[in-house]
């Protein structure tokens, strides 16, 4: 169970790393990242199974995070899109040479 | 019995996920995620972590993603079906790098030294029964992380604040 | 004998860099004030000779023997290497000195009147005082880097000097290949001092020659490099064989320069080189069977070249190579005496012969400028008959002339006889055969001397005139202050030989009847013994006898017979001829022709050497500069600019691509952690 559970969360990692690398659309690219935070909380509480409560008390943590910084992360694309009529990835290319 | 529940539920979630990366439409993707969610979810009971469980569809699927539904509305997004899938050069090296991830880490999750089994279930297990789940989570919580706990709220404070400043309109 | 501290020593070195300074300030900021540097320029020449002969009469009174250095301040010190600056005063050196200063400052006064109406006149006794000084550091020099100094001082005054009259791109090209022909020269001379200062660890002369005969074997390869390479650059300096091609052209500079550069003074500085460093080629025979053969064979090579000459310095230009190389002859035949006293004898009356020359073409010069006629002032075709019109110029030039073909009693008979006869008394011994054929170059040569001075007398001054009738109203004698300096060097040309009598002559009746005896000799014993002794203890000897037999009397009497004979035919084969001015005059034929364009020489050096190095030097810039080094710095200029280019395009500026990289960190991380 807890080899397997870490092979799946592993491999819901990568695949939310695929979604980020191959993904234009903003929101979408945040929803992997989500995805990927989630991966991360199964392999901790997968973990917690053999060491102990420690491992959930970090997903705890984790969770608020990620629900902070979703919330903050809309925003900024909120304000964006209000400047730009786009969540295109390709158009946000201010840091570009 | 377990064991088959936990493969049914695996491949919900590896459904879930494939579908979120793949879809066209943002709207689809995000219903895929909240089956992956879900999914996981369930997991985390069979796992032993049922507060986690609580809190995973309560706040992941239940507030997290309404509010990127809301953005997507917000932002009327769900009308364009047009691809944002990047060319076939990023494809592979996307796939290629996710693939080299998955085989890092799990290939150190096989080998049966690097996890010791220190009976974490049990005391898991014998912590529940003593107190609640609820409990088992919240005695660690505010004895032993009682700081990163307050820093914690700190944060959601000044996430509130930022999302509130960053979203509003000009004044 | 008291020790001798000669005074002022350093002020005969310094007073004509002083005269430099003025006159060259005077050049530039007054060029038209032709009075400071017609005192200060003869001037400073002037009293560094009054103090010079006042050194050489302490030297005479106090007996000195050994070198006298006087060290000024240290120049270089860097590791074993050790040279001063320091003033060497011996009997050499103040022989050297007297005729540098002597006849330096008489060609000083013949220029006051040559150059007056130059526009450059500051400039050119700048240039001249310049010279001084660099030639008196070389002779007066302790050590072979100061003397080296010295000589690649008047390499450059002789650059200076030839190219003069810049404006015209023939002459300042004379003075180019004058100096870059020197250059090779100099080569050997800065190989041969690395290789002394290998082997002995010093460059002072007083240490050098103590330590050689210790350091280097008899006839050893080491010794034997060191001195053909100094023998190269003193056939750069001196204008022998194989270098010897700047000479002629140098003749584009002013009369007087030739004179004091071309004749007395620079061209000497190998024949002194030579004779200074006599220790080392006393213990190498065969670079002094070489010295004397590359004499022997530029004496009659030059003289050949003289006899088809119009230009009448030409011919004398000629003429210096041919007598240079009978210095040659005398010193690497090892009568390190003899030489120098050719040289100095020569100094007078070849001196005298380009003054002379000099005063010619000025007036040839002036008679052409007022009729306006563009004929050439230096042709002897166009001149003539100009005994009537020079007089003093004619008596003195043919004194010279008696002194350069070895006629008794004048001082080219005793050197060029002694230096033949010793050429002839060292015909012993491994190279015998040698020697022997170099006595018969000697020989052959001198008779053609005597031909072709003779013909440049007749052609210049006998005969009729042919520079045109309008001309000929114009043609005067020079003024006193040029033909005061002619006569006193032809004063010193009559007695000059009477320093150094042999003594078998001086027995002699009719041709001993003259004061004083051996005595330059004797003079110059201090500084020769050492090679001499070195020469006779590895076996040198001399014999008392000619080649073919008979005593030095006997071939005394032959070749002043001989001389004087060859001036009679030559008088009659080239008073007989009819000549037409040189417009006028046919080209040479056949070979005559050959010996006219100088066997070609010019054009073969041109042919093996100048345009293969040109070649090499093109393609070397194309390729080696312009390809590969152009190459390799635009390269590396382009290969930043590429990786700049490169890495600039990893900054899409969008997230997709920043996360990917992250990933490929985290990989890289993950890879080093596990399999590390």
Known sequence: MLTQSMILASLLFAI?????????????????????????????????????????????????????????????????????????????????? | MSSLLWWIFASMAIGGAMGTVTRRSPVASLLFLVVSFFSIAAIYVILGAHFIAAVQVIVYAGAILVLFLFVIMLLNLGHDYRSDLRGG??????????????????????????????????????????????????????????????????????????????????? | MEAFHPTLLWAIVLLPLVGFAVNGLTAFAAPDRKSIPTWIGPGVVGLAFVIAVSSFFGMRAAGVEEPVVQTLWQW????????????????LSIVMTLVVTGVGFLIHVFSVGYMREDAGYARYFAYLNLFVFFMLLLVLGSSFPLMFVGWEGVGLCSYLLIGFWFADREKADAGKKAFIVNRIGDFGFLIAMFMLYAN?????????????????????????????????????????????????????????????????????????LVARAGVLFSLAPISSVVVTGVGALTALFAATIGLMQYDIKKVLAYSTVSQLGYMFIGVGAGAYAAGIFHLMTHAFFKALLFLGSGAVIHSMHEAFHHTHKDWDAQDMRNMGGLRHHMPITWV??????????????????????????????????????WYRVYWVLALTAAVLTAFYMTRLMVLTFHGENRSGDAERKHLHEVSPVMWVPLAVLAGLATVGGWLNVPEAISETPVL???????????????????????????????????????????????????????????????????????????????????????????????????????????SLSRIVDGFLIDGTVNGAGYVSRAFGWVGSRMQTGQVNTYAFALVGGVLIVIALVVFG
Request: hydrophobic letters at 60%; aromatic letters at 10%; glycine letters at 8%.
């Open chain 3, 200 to 272: 002995i660890g010093s460059l002072d002369f007083v240490t050098v020659f103590a330590q050689a005969p210790a350091t280097f074997a008899y006839g050893g390869a080491a010794v034997t490099a060191i001195t053909l390479f100094l023998f190269l650059g003193a056939t750069g300096k001196s204008a022998q064989i194989p270098l010897y091609v700047w000479l002629p052209d140098a003749m584009a500079g002013p009369t007087p320069v030739s004179a004091l550069i071309h004749a007395a003074t620079m061209v000497t500085g190998g024949v002194y």
């Open chain 1, 16 to 97: 939310g790393v695929a979604g980020v690398i191959f993904r234009r659309n903003a929101i979408i690219l945040f929803l992997c990242i989500e995805l990927m935070l989630n991966a991360v909380n199964l392999m901790f509480v997968a973990l917690s199974t053999a060491i102990g409560i420690q491992g959930q008390v970090f997903v705890f943590f984790v969770m608020t995070v990620a629900a902070a910084e979703a919330a903050v992360g809309l925003a900024i694309i909120i304000s964006i899109f209000r400047l730009r009529e786009t969540v295109d990835m390709k158009d946000f290319n201010l840091l570009r040479w």
């Open chain 3, 396 to 433: 003195t030039m043919w004194i010279a002339t008696l002194a350069i073909a070895g006629v008794w009693p004048f001082a080219g008979f005793f050197s060029k006889d002694e230096i033949i006869w010793q050429v002839g008394a060292h015909a012993v011994g491994p190279f015998a055969a």
């Open chain 3, 512 to 618: 001993g009847w003259l004061p004083g005896s051996e005595w330059l000799h004797e003079w110059l014993h201090p500084v020769t013994e050492a090679a001499d002794g070195l020469a006779a203890a590895n076996g040198v000897s001399v014999v008392d006898a000619a080649p073919f037999g008979g005593g030095e009397v006997l071939w005394a009497v032959l070749s002043v017979a001989l001389a004087l004979g060859t001036i009679m035919v030559a008088a009659s084969v080239i008073g007989r001829r009819k000549y037409r001015p040189a417009t006028e005059s046919p080209a040479p034929r056949g070979f005559a022709a050959v010996l006219y364009h100088k066997w070609y020489v010019d054009e073969i050096y041109d042919i093996v050497v100048v345009r293969p190095v040109l070649a090499i030097s093109r």
């Open chain 2, 89 to 171: 050069a990023w494809m592979l090296a996307g796939s290629v790098a996710a693939g080299l991830i998955f085989w890092a880490i799990a290939s150190s999750a096989v080998q049966p030294a690097s996890v010791p089994d220190l009976g974490g279930r049990q005391s898991i297990d014998a912590a529940v029964q003593q107190l609640n789940a609820v409990g088992a989570i919240a005695e660690p919580l505010f004895r032993d992380f009682a700081v990163p706990f307050e820093l914690t709220s700190i944060l959601l404070l000044v996430a509130i604040v930022g999302a509130v400043l960053l979203a509003k309109r000009r004044v």
């Open chain 3, 76 to 91: 270089i010190a860097v590791g074993g290497l050790r040279i001063d600056a320091a003033l060497q005063l011996d009997a």
